[in-house]
């Protein structure tokens, strides 16, 4: 099986601070890659994907994700974190040859205000 | 509209009760999931429908009985569970790209408590 790793288990930032969340997979070949956001007390949202192209990609409440092939990883950023950032952040891969998705371990966002 | 629902939001049941719960999507996906999550945890793979028929069963106990009755719909049904399965299900469902799958949206999910 594959694994998906997040370092990050719980991060604690003040509004306006810059973040980063890390995610390496273990995978070798084509990969899907996806992070998604859990509010507390709602369902899982996309903020953003990857499948091809611009390894740098936008997700929506300006987050941004940068694939980098040769370090196998994925990681989240975003320039200035508001409280309503306050989640749970979980990496997902999918392979090209199946539809199973393998979620990292998930890391927990606090934003101070 | 991307919208997965589920119901019943919110479950209790004895351990020699039957229940079901249910999934719906009207987004035309052909890959349906179920998912078990406990808190601050990540989504656990239960099982995963291909075009109606069961692809993938992650090891489930077989006190969990998928099924898919056509493309729209998902049911799980349980029977006999323990006081440890008491977690948030979610159901999930995706299209197929022919290179992997694509986005998976995610219902609200069933809160279901075990006495």
């Known amino acids: 099986a594959q694994s998906v790793s997040q370092h990050n288990h719980h991060v604690i930032l003040s509004e306006a601070a810059s973040l980063e969340l890390g995610c390496n997979y273990s995978y070798g070949g084509t990969v899907n890659l996806f992070w998604y956001v859990q509010y507390p007390g709602q369902h899982l949202q996309l903020l953003l994907k990857y499948f091809s192209g611009d390894p740098l990609v936008k997700g929506i409440k300006g987050f941004e994700a940068e694939f980098i092939k040769s370090k196998f990883s994925f990681n989240l950023r975003k320039p200035s974190v508001q409280w309503s950032d306050t989640a749970e952040y979980f990496c997902?891969?999918?392979?090209?040859?199946?539809?199973?998705?393998?979620f990292g371990t998930g890391t927990s966002l606090t934003v101070i205000p | 509209d991307t919208e997965v629902t589920q119901t019943p939001k919110h479950l209790v049941m004895g351990m020699t009760n039957k229940k079901s719960l249910k999934c719906e999507q009207h987004?035309?996906?052909?890959?349906m999931y179920w998912y078990k999550q406990k808190a601050k945890k990540p989504p656990e793979l239960m099982f995963v429908y291909s075009y109606e028929k069961l692809s993938i069963n992650e090891s489930v106990p077989s006190r969990f009985s998928p099924e898919c009755p056509n493309s729209s719909l998902l049911n799980l049904h349980l029977h006999a569970l323990q006081p440890e399965d008491s977690a948030l299900y979610l159901c999930a469902s995706s299209y197929f790209t022919g290179a992997g799958t694509d986005t998976q949206y995610f219902g609200p999910g069933t809160r279901l408590t075990v006495l």
């Open positions: 997902a891969v999918n392979t090209n040859t199946g539809n199973q998705f393998y």
């Open positions: 987004m035309g996906h052909r890959a």
